[in-house]
């Protein structure tokens, strides 16, 4: 008899177990953010890229392989920060959507006015607590090359 009031329980307590996983595990961006492949390799010594010898300085990286709308390359305190130049916190429409940098200072979403730190922190609610996509890279210092695959 007793077993028979173990089933819901057993259900009950798979179900929260599987919902409380999947709200971890939740992405660091909105659900409709592009799934893109990311492959760029680009060397701090050349003239393109120098500002990124220097902390604070950073780039846009339009180049193949670069997303869907290129990438900010930021020399943070800690190191490199590669961020996609799509909102992370809204869906993708058109060139409103995609992040730009401001006064050499901020991260911008035009469509809304979101705003983070060159480091990725949020500084508005606006972005909804959400930084910008990072993407992991492998920084050689001896030839200046950041490689970033994704």
């Given at each position: ?31 409709c953010?592009?799934?893109v ?5 680009i ?13 604070g300085g ?13 990438l ?11 961020f ?22 901020t ?5 809304d ?10 500084i508005?609610?606006?972005?909804k607590?959400?930084?910008?996509k ?17």
């Amino acid at each position: 008899m007793r077993l028979k009031h173990f089933g819901p329980i057993i259900f009950l307590v798979f179900s929260n177990l599987f919902i409380i996983n999947s709200c971890s595990e939740r992405a660091e961006t909105v659900s409709c953010f592009p799934q893109v492949q990311i492959n760029v390799s680009i060397n701090i010594n050349t003239p393109l890229y120098h500002a990124l010898n220097y902390q604070g300085g950073w780039v846009y990286v339009d180049q193949a392989g670069s997303g869907t709308h290129g990438l900010i390359i930021v020399n943070t305190n800690s190191g490199f920060k590669i961020f996609d130049r799509n909102a992370p916190h809204i869906c993708p429409d058109t060139d409103k959507t995609i992040l730009y940098v401001k006064d050499n200072t901020t991260i911008v979403c035009p469509k809304d006015g979101a705003e983070w730190m060159m480091n990725g922190t949020p500084i508005n609610e606006t972005s909804k607590g959400l930084p910008p996509k990072t993407y992991p890279f492998a920084y050689d210092a001896a030839s200046g090359t950041i490689s970033v695959y994704y």
